[in-house]
């Protein structure tokens, strides 16, 4: 979010589903949309279909290469070097669209100089791409008429993952790919509703509707709304860093609902150390899940259908939830378990139903502020949606962008090498990612007939690589990195490259995340899970 919070001023995805439809070039990167995002991966394949062009970078042969017009197969951790090229390219040949900068972007002459540098040789070497393909990728998605960018965590999950974001913001507003549909840059999120919890104010430095609480002003409304006493002005921590101030003992309580880190989270060995390091847990979840499973207290939450409520979707699309069925046993809807909790410590809440707390998110909240569920009920709606009259915002930044100014300004960025990188102990580099049987930490898809496909873990590695250790299909191999070791089927296949492997990370009893570093991106605190120095042998 920061990546597209600097350079246009909201860090959401930019355009609806619908304007799929509308691209001419598509140009997905870090995203294996298929499986992470099959229904929009459909949408391209139609797309694609119907005569738009399609550009895919990825250092896996994803499904959606076999589709490609310019399929780019870059070294890990290049990103921000291949965008650079794709720029220079489009300076070089003037392809760029100088009369949208001109009108709607400031610090040009700070992309041009800094990219001047990364020629299609230069950038061939560090990525390992044919100059060639670098050119066809630019003059591609330069000429349109109408090119949209779509990338998932491929693209955030580097120590260099806000620099990659504002790489390709930066490309789009070279050749002025905002602001009406089937343009845009889009990133896709991981989960149904992460756009919602971030919406809501689930990260450490704002509020609802990403109010920053450093705001004097902002805290003050925020206090007289939430009947509060003066709100704390300093952010708070970030996922990783909260496991860090865990294991050293400066973090004593931790709440955790609907998130499984002891799967999903970098250096598994490390977080079940904070995890238990704590001197009280609280987990609110679905299942027992190994999180839980640790934890002093679990309470049990009621599902997706067996709740109201609303989600917002990739698209910040807000959509009601209607309950289907009662929850079983003592679970219960999540805003019920926090009225009854916060009401314990003293509070004053008088929710009576999920309506009531959509209410009051809308009061506070200044891009929600025209919902309400009797709207919603007709229809959903994109934020921002100011007013009760208003048709919500399928597209941004049409005439103006979300800066103070009004205008986007270019975030130019040089490459830079990895935190980590194979070397003669450590030969291979591992990355991990997700399938499509199976969702997140695998507690729900593993408890399902589609997870059935899928049972363990398996790990791609190349035929080449399988041939030199003497490794047939199905053999145990084992990937062992600085943090720790584990063990899966081998599964030869050309979809990666020579010198790397491929973990899914949804199977607890072989957990990816042993061999993941909690290593993060200094501007958003993302872990950098993409890029793992390991050695690769028989099990």
Request: with cysteine; proline share 6%.
């Given at each position: 979010?920061?990546?597209?919070?600097?350079?246009?001023?909201?860090?959401?995805?930019?355009?609806?589903?619908?304007?799929?439809?509308?691209?001419?070039?598509?140009?997905?990167?870090?995203?294996?949309t298929?499986?992470?995002?099959?229904?929009?991966?459909?949408?391209?394949?139609?797309?694609?279909?119907?005569?738009?062009?399609?550009?895919v970078?990825?250092?896996?042969?994803?499904?959606?290469?076999?589709?490609?017009d310019?399929?780019?197969?870059?070294?890990?951790?290049?990103?921000?070097?291949?965008?650079?090229?794709?720029?220079h390219?489009?300076?070089?040949?003037?392809?760029?669209?100088?009369?949208?900068?001109?009108?709607?972007?400031?610090?040009?002459?700070?992309?041009?100089k800094?990219?001047?540098?990364?020629?299609?040789?230069?950038?061939?070497?560090?990525?390992?791409?044919?100059?060639?393909?670098?050119?066809?990728?630019?003059?591609?998605?330069?000429?349109?008429?109408?090119?949209?960018?779509?990338?998932?965590?491929?693209?955030?999950?580097?120590?260099?993952?806000?620099?990659?974001?504002?790489?390709?913001?930066?490309?789009?507003?070279?050749?002025?790919?905002?602001?009406?549909?089937?343009?845009?840059?889009?990133?896709?999120?991981?989960?149904?509703?992460?756009?919602?919890?971030?919406?809501?104010?689930?990260?450490?430095?704002?509020?609802?509707?990403?109010?920053?609480?450093?705001?004097?002003?902002?805290?003050?409304?925020?206090?007289?709304?939430?009947?509060?006493?003066?709100?704390?002005?300093?952010?708070?921590?970030?996922?990783?860093?909260?496991?860090?101030?865990?294991?050293?003992?400066?973090?004593?309580?931790?709440?955790?609902?609907g998130?499984?880190?002891?799967?999903?989270?970098?250096?598994?060995?490390?977080?079940?150390?904070?995890?238990?390091?704590?001197?009280?847990?609280?987990?609110?979840?679905?299942?027992?899940?190994?999180?839980?499973?640790?934890?002093?207290?679990?309470?049990?939450?009621?599902?997706?259908?067996?709740?109201?409520?609303?989600?917002?979707?990739?698209?910040?699309?807000?959509?009601?939830?209607?309950?289907?069925?009662?929850a079983?046993?003592?679970?219960?809807s999540?805003?019920?378990?926090?009225?009854?909790?916060?009401?314990?410590?003293?509070?004053?809440?008088?929710?009576?139903s999920?309506?009531?707390?959509f209410?009051?998110?809308?009061?506070?909240?200044?891009?929600?502020?025209?919902?309400?569920?009797?709207?919603?009920?007709?229809?959903?709606?994109?934020?921002?949606?100011?007013?009760?009259?208003?048709?919500?915002?399928?597209?941004?930044?049409?005439?103006?962008?979300?800066?103070?100014?009004?205008?986007?300004?270019?975030?130019?960025?040089?490459?830079?090498?990895?935190?980590?990188?194979?070397?003669?102990e450590?030969?291979?580099?591992?990355?991990?990612?997700?399938?499509?049987?199976?969702?997140?930490?695998?507690?729900?898809?593993?408890?399902?007939?589609?997870?059935?496909?899928?049972?363990?873990?398996?790990?791609?590695?190349?035929?080449?690589?399988?041939e030199?250790?003497?490794?047939?299909?199905?053999?145990?191999?084992?990937?062992?990195?600085?943090?720790?070791?584990?063990?899966?089927?081998?599964?030869?296949?050309?979809?990666?490259?020579?010198?790397?492997?491929?973990?899914?990370?949804?199977?607890?009893?072989?957990?990816?995340?042993?061999?993941?570093?909690?290593?993060i991106?200094?501007?958003?605190?993302?872990?950098?899970?993409?890029?793992?120095?390991?050695?690769?042998?028989?099990?």
């Amino acid at each position: 979010m920061k990546g597209l919070g600097e350079t246009f001023g909201s860090g959401a995805m930019t355009n609806d589903f619908k304007s799929i439809k509308e691209a001419d070039v598509l140009f997905v990167v870090g995203s294996n949309t298929t499986e992470t995002h099959p229904v929009i991966g459909s949408w391209i394949k139609e797309r694609k279909a119907d005569g738009a062009k399609l550009i895919v970078c990825d250092p896996r042969k994803i499904e959606l290469a076999k589709y490609a017009d310019v399929y780019i197969r870059h070294n890990s951790g290049s990103d921000v070097a291949l965008v650079n090229g794709m720029m220079h390219v489009i300076l070089r040949d003037n392809l760029h669209n100088a009369a949208f900068i001109d009108e709607r972007v400031e610090n040009f002459e700070a992309l041009r100089k800094v990219v001047e540098e990364y020629t299609p040789e230069k950038t061939s070497e560090i990525t390992g791409v044919p100059a060639e393909l670098i050119e066809a990728a630019a003059r591609t998605y330069a000429a349109g008429p109408n090119s949209a960018i779509f990338y998932t965590m491929g693209i955030t999950q580097h120590q260099s993952g806000t620099d990659n974001v504002r790489s390709l913001a930066n490309l789009a507003l070279l050749c002025g790919m905002l602001g009406r549909p089937g343009t845009g840059v889009n990133p896709l999120r991981g989960q149904n509703n992460v756009q919602g919890a971030c919406d809501m104010g689930a990260l450490p430095n704002v509020f609802t509707g990403y109010q920053k609480v450093e705001n004097a002003d902002v805290r003050s409304r925020m206090s007289g709304l939430w009947k509060c006493g003066e709100l704390p002005a300093a952010p708070g921590l970030t996922l990783v860093k909260m496991m860090e101030a865990a294991g050293t003992g400066d973090l004593k309580c931790l709440y955790i609902m609907g998130e499984n880190p002891m799967v999903t989270d970098p250096d598994t060995n490390h977080v079940r150390h904070a995890l238990e390091n704590l001197e009280f847990l609280v987990v609110q979840d679905i299942f027992l899940t190994e999180t839980a499973q640790l934890a002093d207290v679990v309470l049990p939450a009621a599902c997706w259908a067996e709740k109201e409520g609303t989600y917002t979707n990739t698209t910040r699309t807000v959509q009601r939830v209607r309950k289907a069925v009662e929850a079983p046993g003592e679970a219960r809807s999540d805003w019920e378990i926090l009225t009854d909790l916060a009401n314990r410590l003293g509070a004053a809440w008088e929710f009576k139903s999920a309506s009531e707390v959509f209410d009051a998110i809308a009061a506070c909240t200044p891009s929600y502020a025209g919902m309400s569920h009797e709207r919603l009920d007709e229809g959903p709606l994109s934020w921002p949606c100011p007013a009760v009259d208003h048709p919500g915002t399928p597209n941004l930044h049409v005439g103006r962008f979300s800066r103070p100014n009004g205008k986007a300004t270019f975030v130019p960025c040089e490459w830079k090498e990895p935190h980590e990188w194979p070397d003669e102990e450590f030969p291979f580099l591992a990355t991990t990612g997700r399938i499509l049987y199976h969702y997140h930490s695998g507690s729900m898809s593993r408890r399902s007939a589609p997870g059935e496909f899928v049972r363990e873990l398996f790990i791609e590695i190349n035929p080449k690589d399988a041939e030199a250790l003497h490794v047939e299909e199905d053999a145990m191999i084992r990937v062992t990195s600085r943090r720790g070791s584990v063990s899966g089927k081998a599964k030869i296949t050309d979809r990666v490259p020579p010198k790397m492997v491929f973990l899914p990370f949804h199977f607890a009893e072989a957990g990816a995340n042993v061999l993941t570093a909690a290593v993060i991106d200094p501007d958003s605190e993302t872990p950098a899970y993409k890029i793992n120095a390991v050695k690769v042998e028989t099990a």
